[in-house]
């Protein structure tokens, strides 16, 4: 093991720079020269390295290009360094570049297979499906000529034959409920905008809620128009839901920080291995500094939510509520290739204001220990129990007013919530595992459009399900029929999260974005009612 630790880390950066270099001289068609090489790692290491390459290339069973040993060579060094430098395919890039670029080209629809039926569950506003009179509620048939209905397609296939290149036609078969006949509709492909502000609502008469999925290049003017949107409608204080959110753009990170922030208040700063810091502080132009503001978080919110509730935490602006973050704190420089392709490079660590560190601890090399943290903080109680999470003396630091703040990797919030499975059940699980409980709210939102697609408001929506007395039983009927058996001890102990579930996902196949799920499974989410529950007690 010390002779690992000793030899193993100087070659693979050895190995590195040599590929790199390669690389590059490949990507501008040419070779480098042996002198080149020698110049970069040195004459006897470059012999070995180079003869290796030489002899898989030339003399290898099954012929491979001098770009596949590269291929199969790069990963294989990035993953003895730390768990988050990366090599990224050229096939891969592009897929996990979009969801953070702001848009892409399609027909903008949200729809769901939820058995082999493609349901159009909402159409975007202004979108090209909404012009060529796409309604939700919808089946999809046929994708041009291609039979979409009963054929078990992958969603990914689904997604590829709708997508298409702006300007593009696509002609759509659809079943359309009340109507005898097919439905045909031309639908011309449009750039269609990824919100990463999944849901904007308001929880209470004074209590406004933002739910962020992401840090995209259009995040913070998403969430300073969500912002103005909730203080139009009476918001006095915020929800700002990080939770499942694992990162993206520092620079939105740092810009909805800002929002919050008077003038000279730091933000973050990053440290590379010259102990060389880059600080960032607030301006003080932010709209929202007079917003009483409270931060969910959980397990899986990562690098820039950890930014933001760090700063927000640190400089004593709000209250963090929910479970201990992930604690990805290590800055990756992307270096692009001309093929597509690219290198995600540690090169920096992230700090809150306090000085902690967000990174958590890790063993080079060691993915597999480093992906099973989590599961590993399951198993200690860690989720349910905040007396099990413990951290040492010297990693505890203190806010400007006192509070007292951990270090070690990710942010312990200020209010801990328990994951709660009291109301778990056998017959929850078959409803929800089977997909019957989804598949029925499709079917009630079906047959009750009208009443959905002429509601204002989602007070309209909760009346209409206080007017349907006999919603859950028909459910539980309807789960009986499609093979689970009613056991009411069960139903009793689930009731109230099956209840909220119904609500929640027949509300969100209404006109109304997502913000009307988030408002009907507000009653079973113990972080959501606890934020309102603050927010509440501080006005």
Same mark, same amino acid.
């Given at each position: 093991?010390?002779?690992?630790? &000793?030899?193993?880390? $100087?070659?693979?950066?050895?190995?590195?720079?040599?590929?790199?270099?390669?690389?590059?001289?490949?990507?501008?068609?040419?070779?480098? /020269?042996?002198?080149?090489?020698?110049?970069?790692?040195?004459?006897?290491?470059?012999?070995?390295?180079?003869?290796?390459?030489?002899?898989?290339?030339?003399?290898?069973?099954? $012929?491979?290009?001098?770009?596949?040993?590269?291929?199969?060579?790069?990963?294989?060094?990035?993953? =003895?360094?730390?768990?988050?430098?990366? %090599?990224?395919?050229?096939?891969? @890039? &592009?897929?996990?570049?979009?969801?953070?670029?702001?848009?892409?080209?399609?027909?903008?629809?949200?729809? #769901?297979?939820?058995?082999?039926?493609?349901?159009?569950?909402?159409?975007?506003?202004?979108? $090209?499906?909404?012009?060529?009179?796409?309604?939700?509620?919808?089946?999809?048939?046929?994708?041009?000529?291609?039979?979409?209905?009963?054929? &078990?397609?992958?969603?990914?296939?689904?997604?590829?034959?709708?997508?298409?290149?702006?300007?593009?036609?696509?002609?759509?078969?659809?079943?359309?409920?009340?109507?005898?006949? $097919?439905?045909?509709? /031309?639908?011309?492909?449009?750039?269609?905008?990824?919100?990463?502000?999944?849901?904007?609502?308001?929880? /209470?008469?004074?209590?406004? @809620?933002?739910?962020?999925?992401?840090?995209?290049?259009?995040?913070?003017?998403?969430?300073?128009?969500?912002?103005?949107?909730?203080?139009?409608?009476?918001?006095?204080?915020?929800?700002?839901?990080?939770?499942?959110?694992?990162?993206?753009?520092?620079?939105?990170?740092?810009?909805?920080?800002?929002? @919050?922030?008077?003038?000279?208040?730091?933000?973050?700063?990053?440290?590379?291995?010259?102990?060389?810091?880059?600080?960032?502080?607030?301006?003080?132009?932010?709209?929202?500094?007079?917003?009483?503001?409270?931060?969910?978080?959980?397990?899986?919110?990562?690098?820039?939510?950890?930014?933001?509730?760090?700063?927000?935490?640190?400089?004593?602006?709000?209250?963090?509520?929910?479970?201990?973050?992930?604690?990805?704190?290590?800055?990756?420089?992307?270096?692009?290739?001309?093929?597509?392709?690219?290198?995600?490079?540690?090169?920096?660590?992230?700090?809150?204001?306090?000085?902690?560190?967000?990174?958590?601890?890790?063993?080079?090399?060691? =993915?597999?220990?480093?992906?099973?943290?989590?599961? #590993?903080?399951?198993?200690?109680?860690?989720?349910?129990?905040?007396?099990?999470?413990? @951290?040492?003396?010297?990693?505890?630091?203190?806010?400007?007013?006192?509070?007292?703040?951990?270090?070690?990797?990710?942010?312990?919030?200020?209010?801990?919530?328990?994951?709660?499975?009291?109301?778990?059940?056998?017959?929850?699980?078959?409803?929800?595992?089977?997909?019957?409980? %989804?598949?029925?709210?499709?079917?009630?939102?079906?047959?009750?459009?009208? +009443?959905?697609?002429?509601?204002?408001?989602? &007070?309209?929506?909760?009346?209409?399900?206080?007017?349907?007395?006999?919603?859950?039983?028909?459910?539980?009927?309807?789960?009986?029929?499609?093979?689970?058996?009613?056991?009411?001890?069960?139903?009793?102990?689930?009731?109230?999260?099956?209840?909220? +579930?119904?609500?929640?996902?027949?509300?969100?196949?209404?006109?109304?974005?997502?913000?009307?799920?988030?408002?009907?499974?507000?009653?079973?989410?113990?972080?959501?009612?606890?934020?309102?529950?603050?927010?509440?007690? #501080?006005?």
């Amino acid at each position: 093991m010390k002779f690992l630790q &000793k030899y193993a880390l $100087p070659t693979l950066v050895v190995i590195t720079i040599f590929l790199m270099g390669w690389i590059f001289g490949q990507q501008h068609g040419r070779q480098l /020269t042996d002198g080149q090489i020698n110049m970069l790692i040195g004459s006897q290491m470059n012999d070995k390295i180079t003869k290796v390459v030489s002899y898989i290339g030339n003399d290898y069973i099954e $012929p491979l290009s001098r770009d596949s040993i590269a291929e199969l060579a790069i990963p294989a060094i990035l993953k =003895e360094l730390d768990p988050h430098s990366a %090599y990224i395919p050229a096939r891969e @890039f &592009k897929q996990l570049e979009e969801p953070l670029q702001g848009e892409f080209d399609g027909i903008g629809i949200v729809f #769901n297979m939820a058995t082999d039926t493609v349901i159009v569950l909402n159409v975007i506003p202004a979108g $090209p499906s909404q012009k060529a009179g796409v309604l939700a509620g919808d089946r999809i048939i046929k994708v041009n000529d291609t039979l979409i209905a009963g054929q &078990k397609m992958a969603q990914r296939e689904v997604m590829k034959r709708l997508r298409g290149p702006r300007g593009t036609q696509v002609e759509l078969i659809l079943e359309r409920k009340g109507i005898a006949d $097919p439905v045909a509709v /031309t639908v011309t492909r449009d750039a269609i905008p990824l919100n990463s502000v999944e849901a904007t609502t308001m929880m /209470t008469d004074r209590v406004g @809620f933002i739910r962020l999925s992401q840090f995209a290049r259009t995040s913070f003017r998403e969430v300073k128009s969500a912002v103005d949107t909730l203080r139009k409608q009476g918001m006095q204080s915020l929800i700002l839901d990080l939770r499942g959110n694992s990162g993206g753009f520092l620079d939105q990170a740092i810009l909805i920080a800002n929002e @919050f922030l008077e003038k000279g208040k730091l933000i973050v700063y990053t440290e590379d291995r010259d102990k060389k810091r880059m600080r960032q502080f607030s301006d003080g132009r932010g709209s929202a500094t007079d917003i009483d503001v409270a931060v969910l978080i959980d397990e899986s919110s990562a690098s820039s939510s950890e930014i933001l509730a760090g700063a927000l935490q640190d400089n004593d602006r709000g209250t963090i509520i929910g479970r201990r973050s992930f604690g990805k704190g290590l800055v990756q420089s992307q270096i692009p290739f001309e093929d597509g392709s690219a290198l995600r490079l540690t090169v920096a660590k992230y700090f809150t204001p306090t000085g902690r560190s967000i990174q958590k601890p890790y063993t080079a090399g060691d =993915e597999e220990g480093y992906n099973m943290d989590i599961v #590993n903080r399951y198993r200690h109680n860690e989720f349910f129990s905040a007396d099990s999470i413990h @951290f040492a003396d010297s990693l505890k630091f203190t806010t400007p007013k006192g509070k007292v703040v951990y270090g070690g990797g990710g942010i312990m919030p200020d209010i801990f919530i328990p994951m709660d499975t009291t109301n778990m059940s056998r017959y929850f699980l078959e409803v929800t595992g089977r997909n019957i409980l %989804y598949r029925y709210t499709i079917e009630y939102a079906d047959s009750h459009r009208q +009443q959905l697609s002429t509601a204002r408001s989602l &007070k309209d929506i909760e009346a209409m399900f206080a007017a349907d007395k006999g919603m859950f039983d028909r459910f539980v009927a309807y789960a009986a029929k499609s093979g689970v058996k009613p056991d009411y001890r069960q139903i009793a102990t689930s009731r109230k999260i099956m209840e909220a +579930q119904l609500k929640a996902y027949i509300a969100r196949n209404s006109e109304f974005d997502s913000g009307a799920f988030y408002y009907f499974i507000c009653p079973i989410d113990n972080t959501l009612l606890t934020a309102i529950e603050t927010l509440e007690k #501080n006005d």
